[in-house]
């Protein structure tokens, strides 16, 4: 199956400020998707990472907050934007390689805002 | 849009007991049912999964059984051992894998030697 990095794998912020997350794989996908993990809660989606067009937002998730880029198969970027401490969770990246194929997640992006 | 419930959230057994979760989800038109399992601090993995022109899937000692009128499925482990341990969440979704996924709230397992 594909490899699938995250950088960075955590990371502590001040509030207010960004933070791009990069998902890489190691062989070119199908499709990419966000999620974020709050402590001890499920998965949930913010958004398809659809390459060369913009990406696709779940309720409640907005692109200004969550700019996200695909610029081609095999990467993808997740920016947090004006972070506040609500937004100290978990981040990951999935991939699914071709169809009928299931998802993958990457490591994952543990977030802290200070 | 999908809804899916998972219970118990925490199940604790003695290692060699069988464990069962349970799954139900909303949306008659999903058709693919991933199974997750993650271990502290690790990343959520593929352990098992089942599509809806089948019943039933097993893998050594993890079984899926799906039951489509009822729309519900169950995650069944046997011969548990304390590397078992790790909390799973069942999924669905109406395009295999291409669509989103929807994720239960997850089980908290833990298997006591």
């Known amino acids: ?114 | 849009g999908e809804n899916v419930e998972q219970h118990p959230s925490t199940l604790s057994v003695q290692e060699g007991d069988s464990a069962v979760i349970k799954c139900t989800y909303s949306d008659s038109a999903s058709n693919y049912f991933p199974w997750y399992k993650q271990e502290l601090g690790k990343r959520p993995q593929l352990i098992i999964d089942i599509r809806s022109n089948v019943g039933e899937k097993k893998d050594q000692r993890i079984a899926v059984t799906l039951n489509k009128t009822a729309k519900h499925f169950s995650l069944h482990i046997t011969e548990t051992q304390p590397e078992d341990s790790a909390v799973y969440f069942c999924a669905a979704t109406s395009n295999s894998g291409y669509s989103t996924l929807t994720f239960g709230k997850g089980t908290m397992l833990l298997v006591s030697p």
Request: charged share 15%.
């Open chain 1, 1 to 114: 199956s594909a490899v699938i990095s995250q950088k960075p794998s955590r990371d502590i912020c001040q509030r207010g400020t960004s933070l791009t997350i990069q998902c890489q794989v190691d062989s070119q996908v199908t499709m990419m998707f966000w999620y974020r993990q709050q402590p001890g809660q499920s998965l949930t989606l913010i958004a398809t990472a659809n390459q060369g067009s913009e990406a696709t937002y779940e309720s409640g998730f907005v692109i200004d907050k969550f700019p996200i880029s695909r610029p081609n198969l095999t990467f993808s970027t997740l920016t947090v934007s004006n972070m506040s401490p609500e937004d100290s969770s978990i981040y990951l990246c999935s991939v699914v390689v071709g169809q009928h194929q299931p998802q993958h997640f990457g490591d994952g992006t543990r977030l802290s805002i200070l």
